[in-house]
């Protein structure tokens, strides 16, 4: 079911990861996701895997919110690994017919690619589900603060990717809901070919779009309600202090990535 899609929410808890600055695991998420497009080799990608293991495990997060993170893009995935299987070049040639040409290269990339869009994936679902979306803010405010100086709204900027990232849940979740009152007037959204599907899906967009768009009004009238005008001369409740974690995780993250990026230098 779409209600099963995780990304953008957010679990409450009192782990290492949960208790982290949120500027460092900002910082860190892209960090990861530079590491992954700089491995190279099966131990540069076996150490990706390792670093991603142990945050999941540290934080406490579920492997069933984990699989439900990864499940709603297994179409994409299945795609790419097969475009990728295609159309790479190599010497090796496992299998050809007419124009269609399968290499263990592209099994190669193939597999790579699909072990790249799963990290990516469960990387950037862990930011979210270990930081708060007021932390996640306030941290995007701080990290893009020196844009202050030519004018550019952080403050605003950071409040509407934030709003973005929360009401993901709170769409799909009406997007469900949506789906069951007209399953219970007839409509099929499951039976036929793709184009079909989507076609089925049209008639439920606009009743979502209303709804999005009364909440967005709704929010935005209860922000004005409590005064709210912008970023400035505002002071936040929650001071963020860099500790002890937020400097082992980066020191854990510059060994690392000088391992994969060794790793790949030699071929292991």
């Known amino acids: 079911m779409i209600k099963d899609i995780t990304f953008g929410q957010y679990f409450p808890g009192n782990s290492l990861i949960h208790r982290a600055d949120p500027r460092t695991k900002l910082v860190l998420t892209f960090w990861f996701i530079v590491m992954v497009f700089t491995a190279k080799s099966p131990g540069g990608y076996a150490l990706c895997l390792a670093l991603l293991a142990f945050v999941v495990v540290v934080s406490k997060i579920s492997w069933q919110m984990i699989w439900k993170s990864i499940r709603p893009m297994l179409f ?3 795609l790419t690994a097969v475009l990728n299987m295609f159309y790479t070049q190599g ?55 020196p844009l202050k100086a030519v004018r550019f709204p952080v403050h ?6 934030s709003i973005a990232l929360r009401f993901i849940p709170t769409l799909i979740e009406e997007t469900d809901k949506i789906m069951s009152a007209q399953k219970a007037r007839g409509a099929d ?27 967005a009004e709704e929010l935005a009238t209860a922000m004005e309600c409590r005064c709210y005008r912008g970023g400035e001369g505002r002071t936040r409740y929650r001071v963020m202090k860099a500790g002890r974690i937020d400097l082992w995780a980066f020191v854990l993250f510059a060994v690392l990535q000088t391992a994969v990026i060794l790793a790949g230098k030699f071929h292991i």
Not at 156 to 161: F, I
């Open 76 to 78: 994409f995935i299945a």
């Open 91 to 145: 010497e090796t040639i496992l299998f050809e017919w007419k124009f269609l040409r399968i290499s263990a290269e592209g099994l190669i990339q193939a597999g790579y690619m699909i072990l790249r869009i799963i990290f990516l994936l469960v990387g950037s679902s862990m930011l979210t589900y270990t930081t708060s979306p007021i932390l996640l803010t306030d941290g995007i405010e701080y990290l893009l603060s």
């Open 156 to 161: 605003e900027l950071a409040m509407m990717m």
């Open 189 to 215: 959204f499951e039976s036929g070919n793709v184009f079909r599907r989507a076609k089925a899906l049209v008639p439920m967009l606009v009743p979502l779009f209303v709804s999005a768009f009364r909440r």
